[in-house]
């Protein structure tokens, strides 16, 4: 008997922890954050109620969360006038689209002392109106007896149908989305304003806001002042406009108010944003794949294009200026493959994959019905996932040698392609559609060849086409490719050359010339690298995507089943991120990284200096500005110190987020910013396929860092003293959340 006591206590703990540590793992819809969910909110320490974060009707947090261009990052608008915060690497392109060898705001920073100085910047952002459940409208029509095809078919007319009655009446400005969740179980909507007049108004130097370079990005500790500011404008009446002088900084329904009393352990954490994506349903054997094939693959080539890059940039400041924003599109998820492969092994992923999958299938099995409706689900997974196996390395390089390789291969396909412009009308073969086809070409490239240097993407040609040559199956090769290979002897550095030394692609001037004088539809067709575009494309299409097609059903009709099986199980973790608004919320808290390794929950500016390269290279990844150790020696820290007189540079919370939240608001449990969200930790990249409760944090920039930087560095006060700032801290503070070891996914509810 008391065997069996000790064995229902033991069930018993486990199952009340496996509750309690739910907080920990969700990027949830702030439609959803009732009951239990925002029970496990409370007892972290929130103090507001769900309507004071999402609601329709009324003014509330969600009101000052925007998304940049739809989603590649997220913004908190901080100020009654539109002031909007967001990393400095979501600000990146730009500032460095605006920067000069003259005006080099990457290396100096820049700073809008009034409006006037404030720059145009080419994104948007998005505001979210509302979120709906459409789940019964989409899937109306839907019944089990339907094949995958036809299944797809009725949910996008139904999808279409819903998206243009919403529209309806509505402008360029406005915008509808219509998205699944848990694999196509359930569908919501999503509207949005869009507000196209966005204005740089301020970024510190590279060498506070990539502090640290590529060799501190996702670790920690951290000290980087990953920030920048924009200002939102608007219409005289406060609507979404196309940029005009005459337009004001826009009125919000609502903004964030700043706190500076300061963070410490145990300290409620929220972020709201719109995290891009992440696979946690992914099964054993995409773990498998994906360490095993795919990501060593796009980490040789990401770091091929990068050692180019840099060979380049070393030489120039021009050049230097040029690639600095696609360099790092690159080295960012570099590292972070080269991360999540090591941390997928060292954390056992594979093995937690297959517990859950086998706690699926002994649920599975528990009764016929179930076992007819969810028994062969992983099977159908799985042998989507084997068929299209031999896909995984030529659709790598197409995409990361070829698409995203050398830029005039998407050059070619975006302006000469078969969906471009001049594509179709030289299909249509109608003199006018041509001309107006090389008027937008014209119109278009200036962006491209502000950045573009034809010595960096000569070798990229020659390099990328090496690579492809001799890693991917003979199978994928083109018949342009294997020609090429074979006149050239397999020596694509040969050919790049003679190509790059007369290609009338390489600046706008010889464009210009060649279309004006030369260009005809059988000259563009002889053009080498057309040709090897264009078949690379092609084979893409024909040889990748569609055969890889035939294999889609399976795997959607058992990834929807799957899911379907784990939700009733209980295993009732928030949908994947998609791009849609997300709250995420947790704690203040620090980690044990190893065996022996413990980290602190923050950073102070001693940290700064102590990783300092001395170096007069302001380009260095731990180069310090003077005026920096200025302000440090002499303890000028302003109102923004800790109490015992240190200055705050970043901290960890333990919340969920991925990219795409990079910039998201960290808040308190008052609805205060306290932080701004732009990194992982280097133990936990796994994350994004399997959350780990006890390492997973996620490092911020301490709002009190942001605004010394801005307010005693920088010397724009005016800009603090727009904002809304709270000094004083709450007496209520919550504790801490108690840590345990037990993986939060595998549980079995009876």
Not at 21 to 32: I, V, Y
Not at 423 to 431: I, K, N, T, W
Not at 656 to 675: R, Y
Request: proline share 3%; net charge negative; glycine share 6%.
């Amino acid at each position: 008997m008391k065997r069996i006591t000790k064995i229902l206590m033991a069930v018993v703990i486990v199952f009340s922890t496996v509750v309690k540590t739910k907080a920990d793992e969700g990027m949830w819809l702030p439609l959803l954050i009732g009951g239990e969910t925002y029970k496990n909110m409370q007892e972290c320490g929130l103090r507001l109620t769900p309507e004071q974060i999402y609601s329709v009707n009324q003014s509330s947090i969600k009101d000052a969360i925007v998304a940049l261009g739809g989603g590649f990052c997220t913004g908190e608008i901080i100020s009654k006038e539109g002031l909007m915060l967001t990393n400095h690497h979501c600000g990146f392109d730009a500032i460095q689209q605006n920067s000069t060898t003259e005006h080099d705001y990457l290396t100096d920073g820049f700073w809008a002392m009034n409006r006037d100085q404030e720059i145009p910047a080419d994104f948007s952002v998005w505001f979210l109106n509302e979120m709906k459940d459409v789940t019964e409208l989409v899937l109306a029509d839907i019944s089990d007896q339907m094949g995958e095809d036809e299944r797809s078919n009725a949910i996008r007319k139904s999808i279409a149908k819903i998206k243009k009655e919403a529209a309806e009446g509505k402008g360029d400005e406005f915008a509808v989305q219509v998205k699944p969740f848990y694999y196509g179980n359930h569908y919501y909507m999503f509207t949005y304003d869009i507000f196209n007049d966005v204005r740089l108004v301020g970024a510190p130097p590279s060498s506070i806001g990539k502090y640290g370079g590529d060799t501190d990005n996702w670790m920690w500790p951290r000290h980087t002042g990953d920030f920048s500011m924009f200002r939102v404008y608007s219409n005289k009446d406060n609507q979404p406009a196309a940029y005009a002088e005459d337009n004001v900084p826009y009125n919000p329904k609502h903004f964030l108010p700043v706190s500076t009393a300061g963070v410490t352990e145990g300290d409620y954490a929220m972020i709201l944003g719109y995290p891009g994506s992440t696979d946690r349903y992914l099964t054993s054997l995409g773990v498998k794949q994906a360490v095993e094939i795919e990501q060593p693959a796009r980490v040789k080539v990401r770091r091929m294009k990068l050692d180019i890059m840099d060979e380049g940039m070393n030489k120039d400041q021009k050049v230097r200026i040029q690639y600095a924003s696609k360099h790092a599109r690159v080295s960012n998820y570099w590292k972070y493959f080269i991360g999540q492969s090591e941390q997928l092994v060292r954390n056992k992923v594979f093995d937690k994959k297959v517990a859950v999958e086998n706690e699926f299938l002994a649920w599975a099995s528990e009764n016929s019905e179930r076992k007819d409706n969810y028994g062969n689900a992983i099977d159908l997974v799985h042998k989507s996932k084997e068929v299209s196996e031999s896909y995984i390395i030529p659709e790598v390089y197409f995409m990361e040698a070829i698409y995203q390789g050398p830029e005039l291969f998407g050059f070619m396909i975006n302006y000469f392609g078969p969906r471009s412009s001049m594509g179709q009308a030289l299909v249509s073969e109608d003199e006018d559609q041509i001309e107006a086809a090389k008027k937008e070409i014209l119109d278009g490239v200036d962006d491209f060849y502000k950045n573009y240097n034809m010595e960096i993407d000569q070798n990229l040609m020659a390099k990328m086409l090496d690579v492809y040559f001799n890693d991917v199956p003979v199978g994928f090769h083109t018949s342009e490719l294997t020609e090429l290979a074979k006149k050239n002897k397999n020596d694509f550095r040969k050919f790049a050359i003679k190509y790059y030394s007369k290609s009338p692609f390489t600046s706008k001037e010889k464009l210009k010339t060649w279309l004006e004088s030369k260009f005809s539809k059988s000259s563009l067709e002889k053009d080498a690298v057309y040709q090897l575009a264009n078949s690379f494309l092609q084979s893409y299409i024909q040889e990748i995507m569609m055969p890889k097609a035939g294999s889609e059903a399976d795997f959607s009709k058992g990834m929807r089943l799957f899911v379907d099986g784990l939700n009733q199980m209980g295993y009732n973790k928030a949908s994947d991120a998609n791009s849609t608004m997300r709250v995420t919320f947790g704690n203040v808290l620090p980690y044990d990284a190893k065996d022996g390794v413990t980290f602190k929950y923050s950073t102070t500016m001693q940290g700064v200096l102590e990783k300092e390269v001395k170096t007069d290279d302001k380009n260095h990844e731990f180069y310090v500005p003077n005026k920096l150790k200025e302000l440090h020696k002499n303890k000028d820290y302003g109102d923004y110190a800790n109490a015992d007189g240190t200055l705050p540079v970043c901290f960890l919370s333990n919340n969920d987020i991925t990219g795409g939240n990079s910039g998201s608001p960290v808040i308190n449990a008052d609805g205060e910013l306290i932080g701004t969200a732009f990194d992982g930790n280097w133990e936990a990249m796994s994350g994004d396929i399997y959350f780990e409760p006890n390492i997973q944090r996620t490092i911020s920039v301490d709002i009190r860092y942001t605004l010394f930087i801005i307010d005693k560095y920088a010397g724009a006060g005016h800009l603090v003293d727009e904002m809304q700032v709270n000094k004083t801290r709450k007496k209520i503070i919550a504790p801490a959340k108690k840590e345990i070891s037990i993986p939060v996914e595998i549980k079995t509810e009876k």
